[in-house]
């Protein structure tokens, strides 16, 4: 029986060490180390473009569908700027307004002389206050500026609990903190409804644009060939995400 099993193994080991099958093992080998770099390196750029890059591809040719910016949608930062931060928003939503009271605060304070901030209403359609809300912020603007329209949405996104929880009431007071000084002219224009086809364009604008949900933030880039899309940030993603994001477009239009 052992002479049996020695014989097998010296079989074995000549087999083994055959030229012809000590070629094919290293090229298996070989074969191995190079699928198993190629993982490796895979990981690493996946790991690096998640960090760095945008919540989704972009083709980087890609102009954006969207109709051009308007000077009164810059409503903060530098309107020479070459890099603009395009936010479609929700003014009931409650991931809006994690954006834009933690991550957008800290942007428009850091890079305000770095990028122009812009906004769009894009009212999701089981948040019934919010377009009445947007027609409010509108109103303001009519009266009393982009500054008095920052400040009206900030107020409501600092009030509301989201999801259609703010009192309709408070809003009078709102426009006041805001710099509206004749209410009443103020509460004439909210109630002709005189912004309700704007916010609706603004909505299907933001679908045209390929906008799904909120907020949906687009980095462009202002270029003689249009508005080129940087990258695309999905939902309520915090500071460090998107001030690298930021980081990155403006270095690659300087």
Sequence with gaps: MQDTIREESEINNKEENHPKNRQHKIKNTNIAIIISGLIIAGSILFTHF???????????????????????????????????????????CPFCKKFHNETMAKIRENYKDKIAIAYRHFPLEFHKKAPKEAEAALCAREQA???????????????????????????P?????????????????????????????????????????????????KTKDGYKIVTVINGARDYRYVSNVLDQAIKMYK
Excluded at 58 to 82: C, H, I, Q
Excluded at 180 to 205: A, H, M, R, T
């Design 50 to 92: 998640d960090q760095v890059g945008g919540s989704s591809f972009v083709d980087p040719d890609s102009l954006f569908a969207g109709r051009e910016l308007k000077s009164e949608e810059l409503y903060s930062g530098s309107t020479n700027s070459k890099i603009i931060l395009l936010e479609y928003s929700d003014l009931e």
């Design 145 to 171: 500026g982009n500054a008095a329209y920052f400040k009206f949405m900030t107020k409501i996104f600092e009030i509301t609990p989201a999801n259609d929880g703010l009192d309709f009431a408070l809003m």
């Design 173 to 221: 007071n709102m426009a006041r903190e805001a710099g509206v000084k004749n209410i009443e002219e103020w509460q004439k224009c909210l109630d002709s409804g005189v912004y309700s086809e704007y916010v609706q364009s603004d909505l299907e604008d933001g679908a045209v644009a390929g906008v799904q949900g909120t907020p949906n933030t687009f980095v462009l880039a």
